[in-house]
């Protein structure tokens, strides 16, 4: 324990260090995205944006590649989406799931749908990376259920 | 535990209420509450479960010159029902973190609970998270701290380290290395990884990465996508693949990862290629064909292919239609599957219909065809409130005849709290 303080306290001041030398001078990026996406049709960012934003349009493909985008521009998620967001799927405990939670916005293709019960066995053998990525060592006390 | 859990999400809602108005000039409280009532049956042993979840998520803002903001979300259970294991009580805290950020230069240090996606997968940790641009077009960012998992049979993690170091070319390229490491527990990981963002022109975005397990000492995942157009209303969606089972699953915390006989073999690799292609006939109307195709060194190879036509008018509803076809080589991997969809808002009141069908070529448990039917209603008492009540029905492989219902209230909230003694007032 004693050793990750001293990590944690010696990241932060090389945090700082490269800060006060190193930083490029840029602007942030603005808090909140000046106008409100409501749904995800509207959530075209090439409609307004011509620079790297315009890869971000939530069309076919986006819900297998999010996580990309996640990794290198959170920031840029933070804009629309609150952390809540995120926590609906990539859950530390099981609560409800995301389907449930949105039964109201089928368009969205949230997981989980239907009878997943039977169908996760189905999706388990054909890939089981993405249920790795949420249950892997997080959200499984559940799986324990009949996984012993 | 759950005690403390409880103890640790009261403590994280009350302590920025009770502080932040004394520290700020002013703040603002946004956020939203959804309370769901759940009427079900419990997998395991049919008994009836009636759980009643609060989650609650906020943001306190505007706090010294909009440069610090608390951020917070949990969810608390209860089951009404007690025939249920009594009264069953569980709850979350998903994150609770203060945050800085400046004006310049993209600094955010963020402390507390915090969901962390630097490069790879999303981490979840207590701790401390910091990152900046610097110069010439790299950024850096690290964290450390205690995971948040859940660990089987095992020794917890007690620490957590990791960072990113990315060189970004705006509008063409940005690329980043990243590493973790976690220790003190009965699975620790050591993983190191490069990601990628190129546009090399207008039309063609190529992201990607690949992940190396330093502890198997083997390459976990490359996996990369390519995105092309719109071209004349044409999109295409590319993705490709690579997964090493032995390097990937190998830190899980749950036994069904574990290389269990039967279920998942160490030495398979599992080679993904798909191909998605959309056209939009206009602003409102879509059709799509995809193709994935699942190649493994041990178990035979699957196909799944389809098609999706979906029609959507922002703020009024919108309808689709789903086809798929996966195509293995067991009895489990031939299987047919439809979807249709559709929602309609009628003024403050709106209606959705939910149609799945999965038709399987062998029986299962003795049903052939599983399917379930949802009906949605809702209305929008307000801007910031609403109510709405879904009814489910299930048949499947197991459950012959399931019923479910759910009420759903979502209540937004977003008030501001001037400085100087100044009271709340709700916009």
């Known amino acids: 324990m004693k050793r990750m303080k001293i990590m944690t306290l010696t990241i932060l001041c090389l945090m700082f260090i490269i800060g006060v030398y190193a930083c490029a001078d840029t602007n942030s990026l603005t808090k909140v995205h000046p106008t409100e996406i409501k749904e995800l049709s509207e959530a075209v960012c090439s409609a307004c944006h011509e620079d790297d934003r315009a890869s971000m349009d939530h069309k076919e493909g986006w819900i297998n590649k999010h996580g990309f985008y996640a990794g290198q521009r959170k920031q840029v998620c933070s804009l629309c989406h609150e952390d809540s967001f995120c926590s609906e799927c990539h859950a530390n405990k099981p609560g409800l799931i995301p389907s449930d939670m949105h039964k109201d916005k089928p368009d969205n293709f949230y997981p989980h749908r239907g009878d997943y019960l039977t169908q996760h066995m189905i999706d388990g053998r054909v890939n089981p990376a993405p249920c790795m990525k949420c249950h892997g060592r997080q959200n499984n006390s559940i799986c324990r259920t009949c996984h012993k | ?427």
Not at chain 2, 132 to 153: C, M, Q, R, W
Not at chain 2, 247 to 268: K, S
Not at chain 2, 320 to 342: C, I, K, N, P
């Open chain 2, 1 to 427: 535990m759950k005690s403390r859990v409880l103890i640790v999400l009261i403590a994280f809602v009350i302590m920025p209420v009770v502080l932040f108005p004394v520290l700020s000039h002013a703040i603002n409280l946004t956020g939203e509450s959804n309370t769901y009532l759940q009427f079900r049956q419990a997998t395991t042993d049919q008994s009836r479960l009636i759980p009643l979840y609060e989650y609650l998520n906020f943001r306190l803002d505007d706090i010294a010159d909009n440069k610090i903001s608390f951020h917070y979300g949990g969810w608390g259970k209860v089951d009404l029902d007690d025939r249920s294991y009594g009264r069953n009580v569980d709850a979350d805290l998903q994150y609770a973190y203060m945050s800085f950020k400046s004006d310049k230069n993209n600094i955010i240090l963020n402390f507390g609970r915090l969901i962390v996606t630097d490069g790879g997968d999303a981490e979840k940790i207590d701790g401390v998270y910091a990152r900046t641009d610097l110069k010439y077009g790299f950024s850096v960012s690290a964290y450390a701290g205690h995971p948040v998992e859940e660990i089987l049979n095992g020794v917890g993690s007690d620490s957590i380290l990791g960072g990113r170091l990315s060189y970004q070319i705006p509008s063409l390229l940005t690329l980043g290395v990243s590493g973790l490491k976690e220790t003190g527990g009965s699975d620790p990981r050591e993983e190191v990884g490069a990601d990628l963002w190129l546009r090399p022109i207008k039309s063609i975005d190529i992201t990607g990465r690949s992940t190396y397990n330093a502890v198997t000492d083997g390459w976990m995942e490359h996996a990369y996508h390519i995105s092309m157009g719109p071209y004349s209303n044409f999109r295409f969606s590319t993705e490709a693949s690579w997964i090493n089972y032995r390097d990937y699953f190998t830190a899980a915390t749950v036994a069904v990862f574990n290389f269990m006989p039967g279920v998942l073999n160490p030495a398979e690799k599992l080679r993904l290629l798909g191909e998605e292609v959309s056209y939009s006939i206009n602003d409102n109307i879509s059709v799509s064909a995809d193709y994935k195709n699942y190649g493994y060194n041990i178990q035979g190879s699957a196909n799944y292919f389809g098609g999706k036509v979906s029609y959507a008018v922002p703020g009024s509803g919108g309808a689709g239609f789903t086809a798929h076809r996966m195509d293995g080589q067991t009895d489990s991997l031939r299987y047919s599957e439809f979807r249709v969809y559709g929602f309609k808002k009628f003024g403050k009141t709106d209606l959705t219909l939910d149609l799945l069908d999965i038709d399987y070529d062998r029986r299962l448990n003795g049903v052939k065809n599983a399917y379930s039917a949802s009906l949605i209603g809702g209305f929008n008492i307000t801007d910031k409130l609403r109510v709405a009540a879904d009814v489910d029905y299930y048949h499947n492989p197991v459950y012959n005849h399931d019923f479910r219902t759910l009420l759903h209230l979502i209540c937004k909230f977003d008030t501001s709290a001037g400085g100087g003694g100044g009271g709340t007032e709700a916009k």
